[in-house]
């Protein structure tokens, strides 16, 4: 299967670039329409690589608009836990299939998930055509019964991904050291070990969580992680807010790569915005996330690029901080970069996952600079053609079943709510 993108702007200049294979084959001024299956004109086009989010809770598009405006923990205690006993497989894929079509509305081709009922995430990944990376959760919240059943479920699940479409990676979803056990943890590092997972989790997102840990350990959340052999170049930290130097320092030594959430964290005010310039400084991966839709609450990961950028320069008074094109590499370059993916960049041999993006809407005229209309300007809604592996997932704005997917959604979240 071949796809021929005829005269979209790469870089501002208007050239063919021909898909084959899932990969990015020839970029050329010129190539003739008969080498490709399929055509895409691509006049008043600009094509950019797609866009990575490196943390979500892709079903929580269940809650979305449920429960705002609420400290972390009652949040949690008050409104999402109590639901999510009651989640179903079948109630977690159409949520999943939700956020998945939200997510090619708005440009993402791959994301970082952790959830419940993995198979119904997975399920709904294949068949959208996205690229995602899918935790096997651990919460055991110190009970050892707990623990083992989720060893056995998460060595079955581990297994049985190796069928999924290349599309698809299996990583380790240890939740959070304050509901995974040290036992919990420990079997996470071994088994990531033995079968050279990624590892996947929630690290220093609240003070609280650093006090907590304090108590129980004696150590700081990093400490404790870094005690534990935890701590490589395998490991995706969501948030890492919370942190002193030493903890930053620990994260350089072990190539630890890191999501920021900025929306997220500003939602639920963590009350204290992340050390980027640190972080860049000293040459660890950042990426963006944008959290789950019950902290966030959309998917959209061009919002996500603005947030980043403006807290970063609010937080330190510095305008200059996050220049618009670094916000743009968290999000491709360097997001693919992280989950050791072949996109990101648009290139000959690259993954096929690229945007058209419409410059003839409001937002990017005049048009002085793409990326900085892509981050300080657009939203999702830029996005006219999603493709991924060098299939279109979306062309003109529309998506194959949308109509169905958002009514199945919907009534999905009312039986839950019911
Ligand atoms: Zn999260």
Partial sequence: MSLLLRQVLLDGVPVD???????ICQIAPELPDAVADQVIEGAGKAVVPGLYNGHSHAAMTLFRGYGDDLELMEWLTTKIWPLEEKLTEELVYHGARLA???????????????????????????????????????????????????????????QKSLDFSPRIKFVLGPHAIYTVSQAGLEWVRDFAAENDLMIHTHLSETEQEVKDCLDAHGLRPVEYLADLGLLSDKLVAAHAVWLNIDEM???????????????????????????YRHFIEHGLLVGLGTDG??????????????FSALLQKFAISDPTVQPANEAWRMATEIGAR????????????????????????????????????????ASGAVVDTT????????????????????????????????
């Fill in 249 to 275: 320092k620990l994260l350089e030594k072990y190539k630890v790569k890191v999501i920021n959430n900025p929306v997220s964290n500003m939602k639920l005010a963590v009350g204290k915005s992340f050390s």
């Fill in 100 to 158: 998945c079509l939200e997510m090619i509305k708005s440009g993402t081709v791959f994301f970082n998930d952790m959830y419940w009922h993995f198979d119904a995430t997975a399920r709904a990944v294949e068949e959208m055509g996205l690229r995602a990376a899918l935790s096997g959760v651990i919460i055991d919240l110190n009970d050892p019964a707990r623990l083992k059943e989720q060893i056995a479920v998460n060595r079955e699940r581990f």
């Fill in 387 to 418: 493709i991924v592996a060098g299939k279109v997932l979306m062309q003109n704005r529309k998506v194959e079943g949308e109509a169905e997917i958002i009514a199945a959604a919907r009534d999905a979240a009312q039986r839950l709510m019911g």
């Fill in 293 to 306: 839709c019950g902290s966030n609450n959309n998917l959209d990961m061009f919002e996500t690029m603005k």
């Fill in 338 to 377: 992280i989950f050791g993916l072949n996109g990101g960049v648009i290139a000959a041999g690259r993954d096929a996952d690229l945007l058209l993006i419409d410059c003839d809407r409001p937002e990017m005229a005049p048009g002085h600079n793409l990326i900085s209309d892509l981050v300080y300007s």
């Fill in 17 to 23: 670039i021909l898909l084959e294979d899932g990969l």
